[in-house]
C-alpha cells in the first residue's frame, strides 16, 4: 500500500491492518483541515459520465471538501449512487454537448459559492502530498490558480514518464471560463497561474477497450476542426 512504500516501519503489517491505518490517516488529515482556512475556500468540481470504476478513488481525496458538486451527464452504472455514500457531494445532471458548456455550467449555474475551484476529471486522483500541499497554501491576491503535473497510470501502476501535461485545476472562480478545443477543453483565466510541485494520479480503471473507444472518438473531434 501507499501508506507501506512511504513508511518502511509497516512493512509486514497484515493488509487489512495497513487499510485501517491508511483510512485514519486520511481522516486525521480532514480533521486538520477544519481548521484551515484555505482548504474551505476551495469546491471541488468533476464531470462524470458511467465512473463508477473511477469515482470512488477519486472523491476518497476529498475528504477535507466542505462540499463537492459533480456535474454528471446522464450515468447509467453506479455513479450516482457513489455520490449518494458521500455527505459532502451535490449531484446535478445536465445532458452533454460539449465539455466547454458542461464545465461552465459547473461553474456558474451549480450554486457554487467558493473563491476557489479544483476542476477535477473523475480519474484524476489527488497524491497525499497535493493534499498537503493544497492545505499549506496561502494565495497572493494576484494569483488566478495553479497547475498540477500528473503521473500518468496503467491499470493503477504510474509510468516513469508521459507526455501528459500540466493542467490548471485549481483556479479563482471569479474570472474563469472554459473553450472548447479540439475534443477537450481550454480553461482560460485571469493572469498566470503558479505551480505545484505535487503531482495528481491520472489513474483510469475502465477497460482497455472503452479506452480504445474513446481514442477513436477523441480522434474523430479532432479531425472535424
Known sequence: ??????????????????????????????????????????????????????????????????????????????????????PNVRLQVRPFDDHAHQWNHGLRECGISTEWVLALDADYVLSDALVAEIGALAPAPDCPGYRVGFDYCVFGKPLRKSLYPPVTVLFRRAGASYTQDGHTQRLQVQGVPGMMSARILHDDRKSLARWLVAQDNYARLECEL
Open 1 to 86: 500500500t501507499e501508506l507501506a512504500a512511504s513508511f518502511p516501519e509497516f512493512a509486514g503489517h497484515h493488509p487489512y491492518q495497513l487499510e485501517l491505518d491508511e483510512r485514519e490517516c486520511c481522516a486525521t488529515m480532514s480533521r486538520s483541515f477544519d481548521h484551515c482556512g484555505f482548504p474551505q475556500q476551495i469546491t471541488p468540481l468533476i464531470l462524470t459520465f458511467n465512473e463508477e470504476a473511477n469515482l470512488e478513488r477519486t472523491l476518497a481525496k476529498l475528504s477535507w471538501a466542505r462540499e463537492i458538486v459533480v456535474v454528471d451527464s446522464g450515468s447509467t452504472d453506479r455513479t450516482h449512487a457513489i455520490c449518494a455514500a458521500h
